[in-house]
């Protein structure tokens, strides 16, 4: 009679072993990682609202990166607004991979250059007024 056999399986689709958000802006954000080399359609990575459940929820921004590539600008996001991204691998024949676990960031605000100035002749003259 044999004893216990131990053996490890390992996932056919890796997520990639990094994945960051980087050079965030008011409206919009950079995502990047390291790439898969059997990434053979590449990568799907969405960004929703903070606490949204990925699984339910239309994300803010969505879309495909090729194989080939390692990052994505992800645009038509909202100022001072937290929010939280995710990928996963799509390796054709071998499946997709797992989503990854969240990674948040919050946009800054917008930035206005000081100081401002607001020529207020260029607004129309009337010649009525009515106090309420």
């Known amino acids: 009679m044999a004893g216990p056999v131990s053996f490890t399986t390992t996932e056919l689709c890796a997520l990639p072993a990094t994945f960051e958000v980087v050079n965030v802006l008011p409206d919009s954000a950079e995502l990047s990682w390291a790439a898969i080399p059997n990434a053979t359609n590449g990568y799907n990575w969405a960004v929703f609202n903070a606490g949204d459940d990925p699984l339910n929820a239309t994300p803010v921004a969505s879309g495909t990166a090729a194989s080939g590539d390692t990052s ?61």
Do not use: R
């Open 72 to 132: 994505v600008i992800a645009t038509g996001l909202t100022d001072n607004t937290n929010y939280e991204a995710y990928i996963t691998t799509d390796c054709g024949a071998d499946g997709t991979s797992d989503l990854s676990a969240p990674v948040p960031f919050l946009t800054p605000c917008v930035i206005f250059a000081a100081p401002y100035f607001n020529d207020f002749e260029a607004f129309p003259v009337t010649t009525s007024l009515t106090i309420a």
